[in-house]
């Protein structure tokens, strides 16, 4: 056959495409069944769009033109700005490349990373520390290399998704226990320990969504009494919260209070070595661009050297909840929940219109019913800045 379609041998020879001769098939289809379910988003105020946005220093966002002030952002410290941290991150760039090239465990274990990792190990009290390509990746991770089938894990029913999804990847019996309820899970592995060789048990430092906190030395404790491990994910709580006990797995994240991108586990030396061989998001990935890695590596050093910034969001979020009569705030993140999603929206526009951004979540995130706007804190606020957020929450509610 000639070169316009012809198989010879069981392959395509070289192939001039003519898009009228080989239409996308089943196209149709596929846009009604996306329309369909945009609709259906659109009709219960749930669709999400990107909105073009240019972060800067100060806690200071750029959009269409106008300069708001940002509590949408997870920069909990300001270092994603700090001259530091973007020095670092320039250095890197211009001495070893915009990409790590590859798997780390194919070009080779670049010498920025391997720092980067003894000095969150450090700093977690740990023997050693992976990092991976984001939070989430290290989550998909951790969970399938440590628990398979036959064995358990039990989630914190607010856990982070992608806690869930690796521990569904995992192909483990999944359970979960209420949020924050020690007895709870005291219960569930009291039922069903006996049942599976291994089980986990996940939660996180600081809940991303409600900004509260986990019982982390009963949490231990109870899962100490039935031999299960603990992953907690600590991606809101570095440098902000992080009192109390560590948990065998402990992981985070590089791109909330270390302003770059990256996620890590800190465990044992054995733990880390076996993930490096089996944590498939590891494995079978590019690794960490070198700039990301030196950023991170500069934030946690200023993160050390000064505990006043650390303090500070959390401070500001207290005096928030103080003046709006909230629960007091136990990390830099605040909700403010409305309800239904299209009343969250409202009050977020109406706040971006006074010059400030506030971003409305609304479900799958959070759970129905509970919309809300997620106000999150960070040292580059101004006191003026969260008492006039304070002020323009209070109005817009009562009216």
């Known amino acids: 056959m000639d070169r316009g379609g012809a198989w010879v041998n069981g392959g395509r020879a070289a192939l001039d495409f003519n898009p009228s001769r080989w239409p996308l098939a089943g ?4 846009d009604a069944f996306a329309g369909d379910k945009l609709a259906a988003l659109e009709a219960g105020a749930l669709r999400r769009r990107l909105t073009g946005t240019t972060r800067a220093e100060g806690a200071t966002a750029s959009r269409d ?12 410290l300001g270092l994603s700005h700090h001259p530091r941290v973007v020095a670092a991150a320039q250095a890197a760039l211009a001495g070893h490349g915009a990409g790590a090239g590859g798997s ?5 274990n670049h010498p920025v990373l391997t720092a980067l ?4 190990a450090a700093h977690k009290g740990t023997e050693a520390a992976l990092v991976f ?3 989430y990746l290290a989550n998909l991770g951790i969970t399938p290399a440590l628990a398979g089938k036959g064995d358990l894990v039990v989630l914190d029913e607010l856990s982070h998704a992608c806690m869930w999804a690796g521990a569904k990847l995992s192909g483990a019996r999944i359970l979960t226990f209420r949020h924050n309820d020690v007895a709870d899970l005291a219960a569930q592995l009291a039922a069903s320990r006996a049942d599976h060789p291994r089980v986990l048990v996940l939660t996180e430092r600081v809940f991303s969504m409600d900004g509260d906190r986990a019982p982390m030395e009963d949490i231990l404790a109870v899962a100490r009494d039935f031999d299960a491990w603990t992953l907690v994910d600590d991606a809101h709580g570095i440098g902000i919260v992080e009192d109390g006990p560590r948990a065998p797995l402990e992981m985070g994240t590089l791109s909330k209070s270390l302003g770059s991108y990256g996620g890590y586990l800190c465990a044992s030396q054995a733990v880390i070595d076996l993930l490096t061989c089996r944590a498939r998001s590891f494995v079978y990935t590019t690794g960490l661009p070198p700039a990301s890695a030196a950023a991170a590596l500069e934030a946690l050093a200023i993160l050390e050297e000064e ?7 959390l401070m500001l979020a207290r005096r928030f909840t103080t003046r709006l009569g909230l629960p007091e705030a136990e990390s830099a993140v605040v909700p ?7 009343t969250a929206l409202a009050l977020s526009a109406k706040l971006e219109a006074a010059g400030f951004l506030v971003v409305a979540i609304r479900p799958p995130t959070v759970p129905a019913g509970t919309a809300r706007l997620r106000i999150a804190f ?6 003026s800045q969260v008492d006039a957020l304070a002020a323009a929450v209070a109005r817009f509610r009562a009216g």
Request: charged share 25%; hydrophobic share 35%; proline share 4%.
């Open 27 to 30: 196209m149709d289809s596929l």
């Open 307 to 313: 505990p006043e910034r650390c303090a500070r969001p």
């Open 133 to 135: 390509g984001s939070g």
């Open 65 to 76: 033109g106008r300069t708001l002030i940002s509590f949408s952002c997870n920069d909990y």
């Open 104 to 108: 780390r465990l194919v070009t080779g």
């Open 117 to 120: 990792e003894a000095r969150l």
């Open 378 to 383: 960070s040292a580059a606020h101004s006191e």
């Open 336 to 342: 403010v929940i409305v309800g239904d999603a299209q």
